[in-house]
């Protein structure tokens, strides 16, 4: 199997059996972010106890990019801390936008690393990234919060 085809396995998993993909009570910030150019949408859902993400669940609607890599930024960061949480989001965002020449760091990175394919489509890589930033949104806002 080519690695484009596993990666394409990868992310066609996520996207049938999405992870966290249910809105808990539980939580210290939601947030909803969109990204009209292809429709998707996201509510993502923080509980934040010392700077620690303890609980991270979301649910949203498009394409099958935008919701695979919803399911895999929720699995990345499930119970890390805020700080390396955005240390993440960093590395996928360089991943994201280096028009397929970056190689990614997949021990840091782990499934996100299927999206690397992505990066060659600009107007798909908002579709990528629409959860981290999410993410990150949430995540600032958590920690400004304390
Ligand atoms: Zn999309």
Not at 19 to 39: F, I, R, T
Not at 58 to 84: F, H, N, P, R, Y
């Amino acid at each position: 199997m080519s690695l484009e085809s596993l990666y394409q396995e990868i992310i066609l998993d996520h996207y049938k059996r999405p992870k966290n993909k249910v809105l808990q009570d539980a939580y210290s910030v939601e947030v909803h972010h969109n990204n009209p150019s292809c429709g998707d949408e996201i509510t993502l859902r923080v509980q934040v106890e010392n700077q620690i993400i303890k609980q991270l669940s979301w649910d949203g609607v498009g394409c099958s990019i935008s919701q695979a890599s919803s399911s895999v930024m929720s699995e990345l960061t499930q119970g890390i801390s805020i700080e390396k949480a955005l240390e993440l989001e960093v590395s996928f965002l360089e991943l994201m936008q280096g028009k397929g020449q970056i190689e990614a760091d997949e021990e840091e990175l782990e499934d996100a690393v299927a999206f690397s394919g992505v990066a060659r489509y600009p107007a798909r890589v908002k579709c990528a990234l629409l959860s981290w930033m999410a993410l990150k949104d949430a995540l600032l806002r958590a920690g400004g919060s304390k």
